[in-house]
């Protein structure tokens, strides 16, 4: 059974920086690609950055520059490093996996920026 975890959310003032981690049970994020996307109150889920088998990364447009995405196959943990955050990034922050063509979802962590 496939679970996701993430952790790591919390309050900061703009321009600071948070790392939210993703931790893996039943799956092993080192051969399947990983993403996380984010949801503010009101808006839909959008995607913030994936990361492939291969390590290519990618990202959305209004976050390219300030985030990171890495993986640590030892820890089966994904990670969103988050720099120069702004107001606008406040949301629920999700990973997510494929597994057999099945969409897997942690329960998410609250990021919240004040400006």
């Known amino acids: 059974q496939v679970q996701l975890l993430e952790s790591g959310g919390g309050s900061v003032q703009a321009g600071g920086s948070l790392r939210v981690s993703c931790a893996a049970s039943?799956?092993?994020?080192?051969?399947?690609?990983v993403g996380w996307y984010r949801q503010a109150p009101g808006n839909q889920r959008e995607l913030v950055a994936t990361i492939t088998t291969g390590g290519n990364t990618n990202y959305a447009d209004s976050v390219k520059g300030r985030f990171t995405i890495s993986r640590d196959n030892a820890k089966n943990r994904v990670y969103l490093q988050m720099n120069s955050l702004k107001p606008e990034d406040t949301a629920v922050y999700y990973c997510?996996?494929?597994?057999?063509?099945?969409?897997?979802w942690g329960e998410g962590t609250l990021v919240t920026v004040s400006s």
């Open positions: 997510s996996v494929s597994v057999k063509a099945k969409d897997y």
């Open positions: 039943g799956v092993i994020f080192a051969i399947n690609a």
